[in-house]
């Protein structure tokens, strides 16, 4: 089903969206699948695949009660303490393919804003190391910006106002279930793409209105009219 006009600004997820972290998250647990080629394993990666993608459910809904019961904060604090005591090494990020190039004919278009789930520090952090920053400006909502986040729409209306456009005239890109379901708690229209952790079953029970291969191949799929 096309997405239907006016569209003034799209709102994106970062992990599994933007950031190809799905596969350098398969690629790490990989490697600590090697050693079960020993017990008959013939492919690592395509076990690692499968277990990142189990995972992702299970963790959404774990950090969803979180937030629900108001520990989030807590447990980002946590995480940012450990993150402190670990040794400094360079962090590696890597760009979905073709999304640099996708951001390039979307801006002139419309208005583009970030709705992500981690933390502001490492939102920042991708988008500055990967030179996205510059397309989305002071409009990224993450963790830390509303009193819930994803799937509650709050941090979605947060960035639709900050964008200075309703709900209803913007579209929620994402790769899991909690980006399409704030997505449409917000009134948005959704878009689920497959580069990240989501599975097309569980993105059309979800209620999506539109599901890509990639988050690269948006452009060519929004109405020629933008509103």
């Given at each position: 089903m096309p997405l239907r006009a006016p569209i003034r600004a799209i709102c994106f997820d970062i992990?599994?969206?933007?950031?190809?972290?799905?596969?350098?998250?398969?690629?790490?647990?990989?490697?600590?699948?090697?050693?079960?080629?020993?017990?008959?394993?013939?492919?690592?990666?395509?076990?690692?695949?499968?277990?990142?993608?189990?995972?992702?459910?299970?963790?959404?809904?774990?950090?969803?009660?979180?937030d629900r019961?108001?520990?989030?904060?807590?447990i980002?604090?946590?995480?940012?303490?450990?993150?402190?005591?670990?040794?400094?090494?360079?962090?590696v990020y890597r760009v979905v393919p073709g999304v640099e190039k996708a951001l390039k004919a979307l801006s002139p278009r419309y208005r583009l804003g970030v709705v992500s789930a981690r933390p502001r520090a490492s939102?920042?952090?991708?988008?500055?190391?990967?030179?996205?920053?510059?397309?989305f400006g002071n409009c990224i909502a993450t963790a830390e910006t509303c009193e819930h986040t994803k799937p509650s729409p709050e941090p979605l209306l947060w960035v639709a106002k900050c964008l200075g456009v309703v709900p209803e005239e913007c579209v929620m890109v994402g790769d899991t279930t909690v980006d399409v379901l704030a997505g449409k708690a917000a009134g948005a229209q959704?878009?689920?793409?497959?580069?990240?952790?989501?599975?097309?079953?569980?993105?059309?029970?979800?209620?999506?209105?539109?599901?890509?291969p990639s988050t690269a191949d948006l452009p060519d799929f929004l109405p020629e009219e933008s509103g």
């Open positions: 992990d599994g969206t933007l950031s190809d972290s799905d596969d350098l998250a398969v690629q790490r647990l990989a490697r600590l699948f090697k050693p079960l080629r020993l017990f008959g394993v013939q492919n690592p990666s395509k076990l690692a695949r499968k277990a990142v993608m189990a995972a992702e459910t299970p963790l959404n809904f774990l950090y969803t009660a979180a019961h108001g520990i989030d904060d807590e980002i604090r946590i995480v940012n303490f450990l993150g402190k005591l670990m040794p400094a090494r360079p962090k939102t920042v952090q991708f988008l500055s190391q990967t030179g996205l920053l510059g397309y959704t878009v689920a793409v497959l580069c990240g952790f989501g599975e097309r079953e569980e993105l059309q029970a979800a209620g999506a209105d539109l599901i890509l």
